[in-house]
């Protein structure tokens, strides 16, 4: 049930076009990563509802195909 | 699904702090219901656990209580926190300290 770094970048790039996506491969099997996700579109909104903007541009991947994500977000500085 | 939807709102209410987890606060089966404990056990605060892997209807019913894909969730006086990358940025900001104590819970002596 792997799925590429590539993959995962792409899917939140295309919800928010202006997002800094870095993901990190943390076990190197293509299953278990870490992104770091910096955008403009989480300004003035809390943690939770960012998580959800980049679980959604996921389109439901989270919890079934992609087990492990640890996921950060922040707005650009 | 409303069932469920009640038998999750009345844990919620029921516990100050509650998470629902893979595994026990002893035994986590995944690594992030492992960092969420630990976290807890950091800030020193009472807290209830559900192990979502002993009832599949609070495995499924939880993601859609919250709208939210992933185990472990916190809640906190009946309130959805987040997950545990979120329990860590705010560990971390010391906001879950703050929001635990805003909430008026005492951390045990």
Same mark, same amino acid.
């Given at each position: 049930?792997?799925?590429?770094?590539?993959?995962?970048?792409?899917?939140?790039?295309?919800?928010?076009?202006?997002?800094? &996506?870095?993901?990190?491969?943390?076990?190197?099997? /293509?299953?278990?990563?870490? %992104?770091?996700?910096?955008?403009? @579109?989480?300004?003035?909104?809390?943690?939770?509802a960012?998580?959800?903007? &980049?679980?959604e541009?996921?389109?439901?991947?989270? /919890?079934?195909?992609?087990? %492990?994500?640890?996921?950060?977000? @922040?707005?650009?500085n | 699904?409303?069932?469920?939807?009640?038998?999750?709102?009345?844990?919620?209410?029921?516990?100050?702090?509650?998470?629902?987890?893979?595994?026990?606060?002893?035994?986590?089966?995944?690594?992030?219901?492992?960092?969420?404990?630990?976290?807890?056990?950091?800030?020193?605060?009472?807290?209830?656990?559900?192990?979502?892997?002993?009832?599949?209807?609070?495995?499924?019913?939880?993601?859609?209580?919250?709208?939210?894909?992933?185990?472990?969730?916190?809640?906190?006086?009946?309130e959805?926190?987040?997950?545990?990358?979120?329990?860590?940025?705010?560990?971390?900001?010391?906001?879950?300290?703050?929001?635990?104590?805003?909430?008026?819970?005492?951390?045990?002596?």
């Amino acid at each position: 049930m792997a799925m590429p770094a590539s993959e995962i970048e792409n899917l939140i790039r295309a919800a928010l076009p202006d997002a800094d &996506v870095q993901i990190t491969d943390l076990a190197g099997d /293509g299953d278990h990563y870490a %992104a770091h996700v910096v955008s403009a @579109a989480f300004a003035g909104k809390p943690r939770v509802a960012q998580h959800k903007m &980049v679980y959604e541009a996921l389109g439901g991947r989270m /919890g079934g195909e992609l087990h %492990a994500l640890q996921l950060t977000t @922040a707005v650009p500085n | 699904m409303s069932d469920v939807n009640a038998r999750i709102g009345e844990i919620v209410n029921k516990n100050d702090i509650v998470l629902f987890m893979k595994g026990t606060a002893l035994f986590p089966q995944c690594g992030f219901s492992s960092r969420a404990i630990a976290i807890l056990e950091h800030l020193g605060v009472p807290y209830e656990t559900v192990d979502v892997l002993q009832d599949m209807e609070i495995r499924q019913g939880i993601k859609s209580y919250s709208d939210w894909p992933t185990i472990p969730q916190l809640y906190v006086k009946g309130e959805f926190v987040g997950g545990s990358d979120i329990m860590m940025e705010m560990y971390e900001a010391g906001e879950l300290h703050q929001l635990i104590t805003d909430s008026g819970i005492a951390a045990q002596s």
